[in-house]
């Protein structure tokens, strides 16, 4: 386990990475965070988008903007994809289908992000050089190591939450040596994915993120932590109902009964 500060200048690496973005009425912030994830000088990087059927038409635009950034490229060199899914099962389920997909299609690494803007699109290179330069099969854009941070616009209270949330899944399970358990911005090597089988976790909504990390762990997966800025959605609204938050408080001790 480790932290590693970022770089102000990685070198350009050609590794094919893929981005997995699932997307549910985010017609409003896609193209945005489109055009800052497939403007990293990244040669080998691609974008995914994982419809789950939007009302907002996010799964058009999504169509739309993949063949805006595909024009004239070779089949085999296409910068972003749309994997469109019937129903709206969770988030899990949608990160299960689009990293098992990336994986399918050779890409050497999966990124795990969210389509709000929350995530800093720039980070992505320096957590490609601290995977390259370590060797770790995971490397997390943490908030809670030194160097990392929330946005400003979040109140003490949610600040709070989401702190206790992340410390009590980290003490049920035994997975301190991560400071941000709960992180949604991760970077995975293909085999570690592959080793894990995303497709088996019982995780649907938000805590996929928490077994991911869990299983992956238990099985001798080394980790770095990269400082991030989490930042505030601009546009659109959050998808963490009451449901999912006792989701997320239940399955650490789930996960604990079972592999233990």
């Known amino acids: 386990m480790g932290h590693v500060q970022g770089s102000s200048g990685p070198g350009r690496s050609d590794a094919a990475v893929t981005v997995v973005m699932p997307t549910y009425n985010e ?11 497939l403007g990293q000088p990244m040669a080998g990087l691609h974008l995914k988008i994982v419809d ?19 024009t004239d490229l070779p089949a085999g060199r296409r910068r972003m994809s749309v994997l469109h899914r019937v129903e709206k099962d969770g988030l899990g389920r949608a990160y299960a289908a689009g990293m098992s997909a990336a994986v399918a299609e ?60 992340n410390g009590y899944a980290r003490t049920v399970l035994g997975t301190k040596q991560i400071s941000d358990l709960t992180a949604g911005f991760t970077l995975w090597r293909a085999d570690v994915l592959t080793a894990v089988d995303v497709t088996s976790l019982d995780s649907a909504g938000y805590s996929f993120q928490v077994e991911l990390k ?3 762990v238990r099985g001798g997966c080394e980790v770095v932590e990269v400082p991030i800025r989490f930042e505030e959605r601009t546009e659109g609204e959050s998808k ?19 592999y233990r």
Do not use: C
């Open 240 to 258: 963490m109902s009451l449901g999912t938050q006792i989701e997320s408080a239940m399955i650490p001790l789930r996960l604990r009964r079972r």
């Open 214 to 216: 869990y299983k992956a």
């Open 27 to 37: 017609a409003a912030n896609l193209p945005r965070i489109a055009e800052l994830v």
């Open 52 to 70: 789950d059927s939007s009302p907002d038409g996010t799964g058009r635009i999504a169509e739309e903007l993949a063949e805006k950034y595909n």
């Open 106 to 165: 050779g890409a050497t690494y999966v990124v795990q992000m969210d389509a709000d803007g929350s995530h800093p699109a720039e980070a992505l290179p320096r957590m490609l050089a601290a995977a390259e330069e370590s060797g770790a099969g995971l490397v997390i854009g943490s908030r809670y190591v030194d160097g990392g941070s929330l946005d400003e616009e979040w109140g003490w209270h949610r600040k709070a939450l989401s702190r206790f949330a």
